[in-house]
């Protein structure tokens, strides 16, 4: 089993920045690829960025791709999404999830965090 517990969510300005940790825990923890997905209300759950156990690859949505960095610390089993030039359709719960590989695909993950929110102010 893995737990994942996301924070560093908040309100932020337009052009604004903010940092997601995701800190993972049980035994192999740092051996899952992670990914951050993100639901907007009314919305489905999308795919933001994902990343190898390594962290030797990574991979985003277009939406999101140059403004937001993924990258890990496995000897802290935490994630990070670092997201810069936030816009007002960032506005979201973002979620971090624990599967077996790099995939887009929501339901390839196994493990979910509760969501932390991120509110981006026009």
């Known amino acids: 089993q893995v737990q994942l517990v996301e924070s560093g969510g908040g309100l932020v300005q337009a052009g604004g920045s903010l940092r997601l940790s995701c800190e993972g825990s049980g035994r192999t923890a740092n051996r899952y690829a992670m990914g951050w997905f993100r639901q907007a209300p009314g919305k489905e759950r999308d795919f933001v960025a994902a990343?190898?156990?390594?962290?030797?690859?990574?991979y985003y949505a277009d939406s999101v791709k140059g403004r937001f960095t993924i990258s890990r610390d496995n000897a802290k089993n935490t994630v990070y999404l670092q997201m810069n030039s936030l816009k007002p359709e960032d506005t979201a719960v973002y979620y971090c999830?624990?599967?077996?590989?790099?995939?887009?695909?929501?339901?390839?993950?196994?493990?979910w965090g509760q969501g932390t929110q991120v509110t981006v102010s026009s």
């Open positions: 999830a624990a599967g077996p590989y790099l995939d887009p695909t929501r339901n390839k993950y196994d493990y």
């Open positions: 990343i190898s156990w390594t962290g030797g690859s990574t």
